[in-house]
């Protein structure tokens, strides 16, 4: 199945078709979203698994009277305009009168489609089963066994609205995941792109079949704290839960974000940022209401400097909305989408080297939020956690349970490496480096 999308206009005209509909004297915004994904499972070295899935939705929401109404529809037809009006009046009329957040009028912000590959949005299942068998021949010429996904496609989505706004654009992603497993331990590694021909299947074969060769037979190591050295992996999923937990607007005004602004709370080397400009992030232009999505720099130099915002935080603080929200309405707020920590000059051996005793670690697994306000999450290490003595990595230990502030242990940051690696996150995807930290506590 052929993963290239609908055209701009094809998928304006679609949201047109149902502004159409509306009842006069109410505004309405249509969100049309044309997803068209394929997907290669394998595992023991096989391909088990291959599926592909093309999808249309249609979004309408209705604001008259005080009363606001959603609907969402997913659709065989291009032709479902009148059911949908229907069931979005009728939810309007039974909701609550109040104060309803109404379609943004437009900000001339162009639709520009830097997460946008030809390239990724046309491969076939052969491309994908001949990466796979790539993956899986490394791993058996070392007596391992591959696991994992490749996955490729494209996601289409137009705005149309009675306040005059018309946004389309469109992304691709692809992403390789491969788990390979000896006797006695296993490895973990990943690749993320819009672009698939930016997806190196023979480096990370190599990185996670070396990794999982060295993960054999780990023993136990007592919990305390330790200095840490986190794969891109592990410091992605930190980054993600501290904008889950305190980069948004709706946190800071709710008394429940981490942010106090101009004060340092992190290391002077540490600058955090959302940004959309980056292509690896496969990034849309616009956001869930058709704001335009701006770069935002969250924490400058190891100061708290900016959240992100959208329309309903615009109107609680009078801080304009970075263009981050969600389908409104919502009660979460805006979120950050394309986090990225600001690159270093250090790698992964010259960490090591520096660590007398410490932890190297691959990822997080089963993570957690405990505390928001002083950004606490517990989770597991995953796939490769290695004890480090005198710059040494000596052998590999058994997974450990942490509980750790963010904040705190971004305040001890010894290094940060040059590279960074763009990983998925749960609201877009987000750009990390090797980083060494002073401490870090396990409790078992």
């Known amino acids: 199945m052929s993963t ?10 679609l949201g047109d078709a149902v502004l159409a509909r509306v009842p006069a004297g109410t505004e309405a915004e249509v969100t049309v979203t044309e997803s068209a994904m394929a997907l290669t499972r394998f595992a023991n070295s096989g391909i088990h698994q291959n599926v592909a899935d093309r999808t249309l939705r249609l979004r309408l929401r209705l604001v008259r009277d005080g009363r606001s109404g959603v609907a969402e529809m997913q659709v065989a037809s ?5 059911a949908l009006v229907k ?7 039974h909701s609550p009168s109040g104060e309803p957040v109404k379609p943004i009028s437009p900000d001339g912000g162009a639709d520009t489609e830097a997460g946008y590959c030809e390239r990724t949005a046309l491969v076939t299942p052969e491309e994908r089963a001949d990466t796979v068998a790539a993956i899986c021949a490394g791993a058996d010429s070392l007596g391992q066994k591959a696991f994992g996904t490749f996955e490729t496609g494209g996601t289409s989505i137009a705005m149309v609205s009675t306040t005059g706004l018309r946004r389309a654009a469109r992304h691709t992603v692809a992403e390789l995941i491969a788990v390979c497993r000896g006797a006695d331990g296993s490895a973990y590694g990943a690749r993320h792109a819009s672009d698939v021909s930016h997806i190196d299947a023979v480096a990370l074969i190599a990185e996670v079949t070396e990794r999982c060769a060295r993960n054999q037979g780990a023993d136990a190591t007592e919990p ?33 974000s981490f942010m106090r602004f101009g004060e340092r709370l992190m290391s002077e080397s540490v600058t955090i940022s959302d940004d959309v400009r980056r292509p690896e992030l496969a990034p849309f232009p616009f956001d869930g209401e058709g704001s335009t999505t701006r770069p935002v720099t969250i924490i400058d130099h190891g100061v708290c400097a900016a959240v992100v915002h959208d329309s309903v935080t615009e109107a609680r603080s009078g801080e304009p909305t970075t263009g981050h929200s969600l389908a409104q309405p919502n009660s979460e707020g805006p979120f950050p989408r394309y986090l990225c920590m600001e690159n270093g000059s250090g790698d992964d051996a010259s960490m090591v080297a520096a660590c007398t005793r410490g932890l190297l670690i691959t990822r997080f697994w089963y993570v957690r939020p405990v505390h928001p306000l002083t950004t606490s999450i517990t989770g597991m290490t995953r796939d490769g956690t290695f004890l480090i003595e005198d710059g040494r990595v000596v052998r590999p230990v058994r997974d450990l349970r942490f509980t750790q502030s963010i904040v705190d242990s971004l305040a001890d940051v010894r290094s940060i490496g040059a590279e960074r690696r763009a990983c998925r996150g749960y609201f877009g995807a987000t750009l990390a480096p090797w980083l060494h930290l002073g401490h870090f506590t396990f409790s078992s």
Request: net charge negative; hydrophobic share 40%.
């Open 4 to 13: 290239e999308s609908r055209s701009h206009d094809e998928m304006l005209a």
């Open 78 to 82: 291009d032709d479902a305009g009148d």
């Open 87 to 93: 069931s979005a009046e009728a939810i309007r009329s």
């Open 224 to 256: 305390g704290t330790y200095e840490v050295v986190l794969s891109p992996y592990a410091v992605a999923e930190m980054l993600q839960y501290l904008g889950l937990m305190g980069l948004g607007g709706l946190a800071v005004a709710e008394h429940r």
